[in-house]
Structures are given as structure tokens and as C-alpha cells.
């Protein structure tokens, strides 16, 4: 998994977002952005729809951070 695929559950929830907007269901859309970001996902919202991408400090970013070499003397 990348940055630019989400996983399908991920992907799944964005589709049914951007049908909540198009809809005008705010309370839905948003209820859905909300599970979005708990896969570690952040929505980004658009007029052509929803994509979304790595939540900073979560998911991908976790990962890429933990490899880092600490910057801290021993």
C-alpha cells in the first residue's frame, strides 16, 4: 500500500462519502470522514469527489519515522 491507494475499505468509504456530499448528507459525510480518519486516513475533499492520503502521524508516517536514526546523543 501506497500513499496514493488507500486500502478498499478505505477507498469503499470514500466513494459512499462523496455520495453524502453530492447528496447534501452532512451528517453522514461527516460520520464517514470520521471513520475514514480512524483507518488512519485524512479525507481531502474536492468537487470532483474524495480522495484521501496517510493521516500525518499515522498509518505510513509511523512507520517512516520509527527508521529514522535518533537525533539524540547516547
Not at 459512499?16 to 461527516?30: K, V
Not at 475514514?36 to 474524495?50: R, V
Amino acid at each position: 500500500m501506497n500513499a496514493d491507494n488507500p486500502p478498499p475499505e478505505v477507498a469503499e468509504l470514500l466513494a459512499r462519502r462523496s455520495e453524502a456530499r453530492a447528496a447534501r448528507d452532512w451528517a453522514q459525510a461527516d460520520a464517514l470522514r470520521d471513520r475514514i480518519h480512524e483507518l488512519g486516513w485524512e479525507p481531502i475533499d474536492s468537487p470532483s469527489g474524495s480522495t484521501a492520503r496517510p493521516a500525518p502521524g499515522r498509518g505510513a508516517d509511523v512507520g517512516s519515522r520509527l527508521d529514522e536514526p535518533s537525533s539524540r546523543a547516547a
